[in-house]
């Protein structure tokens, strides 16, 4: 076209007036009036409004997923269309940025890949699908359902298994939705933290970190086990801040980590060994009479015998053996950590991802309070919190319809974020299963089986234990409903997928498990496709259910997400937040009304109200009293293989977007180039990584960033050609700790041995 | 090819990559076959080719060859890009809107075809310049700038089947046509200037 034209026309279009002006010459032809009808639709009065040249409307989001930030999000929408995110600057914390992973959050709303209409797959694992509607899907989904009711007599042959794939609260009315069809078998537990917060709970009767933002306050700083250059980046700034205050930062991992380059120390300890280490550390405090005798004699419980223990057991030689971290170190690290004022350690989750691991936050927790910096600003052993979470779960409360039968045993659902743990005067419960062991479990199930899995918020197959075990697994199923976003390899495994929603198509509020602030999560613009968020996908099935059996599903037919949202808000949330109302939140997210410092007071939610460094509670559930040494798991590999975070992706979330496949579009195994060498591997040569339960191929890349006993790989990947996957070598071997505040012990993530070799 | 064959083989393409299961993509075909003048491939399996057409078009796979126009024509692909709402606009001009507003993107191949309908039906009724501009600048600037991306993507499948590849080349054979009668109007035009 002449280039003159186009410019016109391209004027003409980007001005109202000038294409109504366009309309309005040919309504005045008639000519309108005989087109034939077709797809497009007269146009509505109102409708062209839609297209002006106001200014971009601002919407409030957050970060829905597993990360310790959680990031307030402001969106700009224009057009209907979000145009870009920001990270909201009225957020301390979040402070106007986002990482990597928050600023592609575009690129997944817009993505060409989002699973966009409900479909059902011929054949599982065939990529035979025909698109089928709402209405088809869950005709097919309540039939089972009530399929399975008539022939069990009760519905324990539907299984539920999510978790942290979106941790907007109204996102609980999964759960809700499965209550209120029945007593349903719940997979219960949490691969991420669970020993941790077992442990915290035994020694300070919660799990309550310090405000991250207080960090600044430290005078040393032990980052043991964390990488939050990769996993909390907006963390950082305060661990800068604080160095530029004066304060050491050291860090404390197996790996030389991006955390661990920016420290002013870093020590290589042995996988598994933290025990060892905080323990040496303490025994060396012992003898320098470096300990805090106030806080150990008014503050504690069981320090004297934790002493002797010490005096006993645990020599800095034999910490050094254990830990491969000299002696003379382990003694410079205790005196200073001692002597600084207030000290902190910031304890990852990585650390207590093993069989020992809820031993070694003991141990570690242990040192912290013994050296007084619990309670203290700048201080605390630092894990997590749950001071924000207490919504009302509106969503996630259900009744069960009258006559439903479930299972008679002990227990019943449990979740550390919500604290629900069932009805214990019912007469019938939710059976219970371990949500790390999936695979074994739906082996192992029966009277009745688990006949059909329902999975959200939760890619199985990339984020589950043993991949071929789940693959053997899931063919004892008799259907298998996904609902997400992206074609990943559970929903390649699914029998029917449900379109869901991104946080920007969705009404819902967010906390953090590390930071203090509430966010508010508006609809910013209308879902896209057939897409539905979750409680939407519960009245749908319910209006189903209750049309073919009235009475067999409670959960309320017709709903209204934002509606939903605001049920989530209670006094108790408003007083804490300093707010009247969820609309405040509009304005920017606020921050909750604490003392920066947990337990301030040094009272504990112990039985004895003080820190239990003796807790019988940890005795009564099969552990040691103390917070004594205990051995990590037998090698079964000549190398151990670690695999912890990207910076690029949340497990297999974000990393099939086209910006980090931009950035990281290869997997690879990392290890030193010694180990490299005693087997012939070179830079870049493919290898295979194998061990009892599986085998990936992959390129190798040399670092001394890795010790030479190990192998270093970054979780999953899905989509581009690629499946890559680490949890096919990762068994579900149990953590010692978790099943007392999440119903599951943990599983042991870095307690995993493998091999290579050339391919 | 006479007008109404026209009208007809655009309805039957545009029925054709909005059909929601076989049955619908058989009727479309059937239509196509009646509104082309040779004979269409047959199809022996019309859910085999429904599973292909949802591998190349709707998922819930990664799509190999989606059919939004910014997919192709903004630098980073994706939907509801800038061209998106170009082409919101220009069904505005015409008094038009989708059903589907900001729920399916405007750029879907199936809206753009009905959108060239209504322009040609406009244009055979009562033709003027600013609506030939409107017809050259949608034709040109944009179904000419990212359909044959999407041609040579979807040819580039493989196992396509011969029916989704006749179609492809039936709506690819149109628009060469449409664009060299642009040309040699253009071409005309310039020479009596």
Not at chain 1, 436 to 463: G, H
Not at chain 2, 143 to 167: D, G, H, M
Request: proline content about 5%; hydrophobic content about 40%; some cysteine.
């Amino acid at each position: 076209m002449e280039k003159l034209k186009q410019k016109q026309m391209e004027k003409t279009l980007a001005c109202n007036h000038s294409r109504r002006r366009f309309l309005q010459g040919l309504l005045a032809t008639g000519v309108l009036a005989t087109m034939p009808s077709g797809l497009l639709q007269p146009l509505l009065v109102e409708a062209k409004d839609l297209l002006n040249e106001a200014e971009y409307q601002i919407f409030r989001n957050a970060c829905p997923r597993n990360c310790y930030d959680t990031c307030s999000i402001k969106s700009f929408v224009k057009d209907g269309v979000l145009q870009y995110v920001e990270g909201a600057t009225e957020s301390s914390f979040t402070a106007g940025g986002l990482c990597v992973k928050g600023n592609s959050y575009a690129r997944q709303l817009y993505s060409p890949d989002r699973i966009k209409y409900p479909m059902k797959q011929i054949g599982r694992g065939s990529g035979n699908w025909k698109r089928i509607s709402w209405d088809e899907a869950l005709e097919t989904i309540s039939s089972k359902i009530l399929e399975i009711k008539a022939k069990d007599d009760n519905l324990l042959g539907l299984g539920l298994t999510k978790y942290s794939g979106n941790f907007g609260i109204t996102h609980y009315g999964v759960e809700g939705m499965m209550s209120s069809l029945g007593y349903t078998t719940r997979f219960v537990g949490t691969p991420c933290w669970p020993a941790g917060i077992d442990a915290q709970n035994y020694d300070t009767g919660s799990m309550w970190c310090n405000d991250p933002e207080d960090m600044v306050h430290s005078k040393y700083i032990i980052v043991w086990g964390a990488n939050p250059a990769f996993c909390s980046v907006h963390t950082m700034k305060y661990i800068y801040e604080a160095r530029e205050r004066g304060a050491k930062v050291v860090v404390i991992d197996p790996l030389l980590t991006q955390t661990a380059a920016k420290a002013d120390l870093y020590l290589q300890v042995a996988a598994g060994e933290d025990g060892a280490l905080a323990l040496g550390m303490a025994r060396h405090l012992v003898d320098k009479q470096l300990v805090d005798r106030e806080f150990v004699t008014r503050y504690a419980l069981g320090y004297a015998e934790f002493e002797a223990y010490l005096k006993k057991n645990i020599t800095v030689t034999w910490a050094a053996e254990k830990t491969g971290i000299p002696a003379a170190e382990i003694r410079q690290l205790a005196e200073e950590f001692a002597r600084a004022d207030p000290a902190t350690i910031w304890i990852g989750y990585g650390m207590q991802r093993h069989v020992n691991g809820g031993a070694n936050v003991r141990a570690i927790d242990a040192l912290v309070a013994m050296t007084g910096n619990i309670g203290k600003t700048g201080g605390g052993a630092r894990y997590g919190h749950l001071q924000t979470w207490g919504f009302n779960y509106h969503a996630m409360i259900q009744d069960k319809p009258a006559g439903s039968k479930g299972w008679l045993g002990k227990g019943g659902p449990m979740g550390e974020f919500h604290g629900a743990s069932g009805d214990q005067q019912a007469k019938y419960r939710d059976r219970t299963v371990n949500i790390n062991k999936i695979a074994q479990e739906i082996l192992d199930t029966n009277d009745p089986p688990v006949r059909m899995l329902w999975v959200a918020c939760k890619n199985v197959l990339s984020q589950d234990f043993d991949t071929n075990k789940i693959k053997r697994a899931f063919e004892k199923l008799e259907l298998i409903v996904a609902v997400d976003l992206f074609f990943n390899p559970t929903v390649e495994q699914a029998d029917i997928v449900l379109p869901t929603v991104t946080p920007f198509e969705d009404w819902t509020v967010n906390v953090s498990y590390w930071h203090y602030w509430l966010s508010l999560n508006e609809q910013a613009v209308k879902p896209l496709y057939e897409t539905k968020t979750d409680i939407d996908i519960a009245a749908a099935l319910s209006k189903k259910m209750n049309a073919k059996q009235p009475g067999s599903c409670t959960f309320p037919q017709e709903i209204d997400s934002k509606q939903w949202m605001e049920k989530e808000f209670n006094q108790g949330i408003y007083d804490l937040f300093g707010i009247d109302s969820w609309q405040q939140l509009r304005q920017g997210p606020v921050k909750a009304k604490l003392k920066s410092a947990s337990f301030p007071d040094r009272k504990f939610l112990t039985p004895s109200t003080k820190y239990e460094f003796r807790s019988e509670l940890a005795a009564a559930n099969g552990h040691a009293a103390l917070p004594e040494y205990k051995a990590g798991r037998k090698a079964y590999g000549p190398l151990r293989l670690l695999t912890p975070h990207s910076k690029f992706s949340l497990h297999s979330q974000f990393q099939n977007l086209d910006w980090m496949h931009d950035f990281n579009n290869e997997p690879f195994v990392y290890l030193h180039p010694q180990t490299a060498k005693s087997r012939g591997i070179k830079e870049g040569q493919l290898v295979r990584v194998f061990n009892k339960i599986g085998e990936l191929s992959m390129k190798a890349k040399l670092t001394d960033n890795v010790p030479t006993d190990a192998l270093l790989m970054y979780e999953s990947w899905f989509g581009r050609k690629n499946n890559f996957n680490v949890n096919t070598l990762v068994d579900d071997e149990s953590s010692d700790m978790g099943a007392f505040k999440t119903g599951a012990p943990g599983v042991a993530i870095h307690d995993q041995f493998a091999d290579i070799a050339k391919a | 090819m006479n007008d109404t064959q026209e009208l007809q083989q655009l309805e039957a393409l545009r029925d054709f990559f909005i059909a929601r299961n076989e049955v619908q993509l058989a009727a479309a075909y059937a239509a196509l076959n009646m509104a082309v003048s040779f004979d269409l491939p047959s199809v022996n399996d019309w859910e085999a080719l429904e599973f292909s057409f949802n591998r190349l078009f709707i998922g819930p796979m990664a799509p190999f060859a989606p059919f939004f126009a910014s997919v192709y024509l903004e630098p980073e692909p994706q939907v509801m890009g800038k061209s998106t709402l170009i082409t919101r606009q220009i069904f505005e001009m015409l008094g038009l809107q989708s059903p589907w507003q900001e729920s399916l993107p405007d750029d879907h191949l199936s809206l753009e075809l009905d959108a060239c309908i209504r322009l040609l039906t406009i244009r055979q009724a009562h033709s003027s310049p600013e609506v030939e501009d409107l017809w050259n600048y949608f034709l040109q600037e944009h179904l000419a700038q990212w359909l044959p991306s999407w041609f040579k993507r979807v040819r580039a499948a493989e196992n396509l089947p011969a029916a989704i590849l006749i179609t492809i080349d039936v709506l690819a054979a149109w628009l060469a046509e449409k664009i060299d009668s642009l040309k040699s109007t253009d071409r005309r035009l310039a020479h009596n200037e």
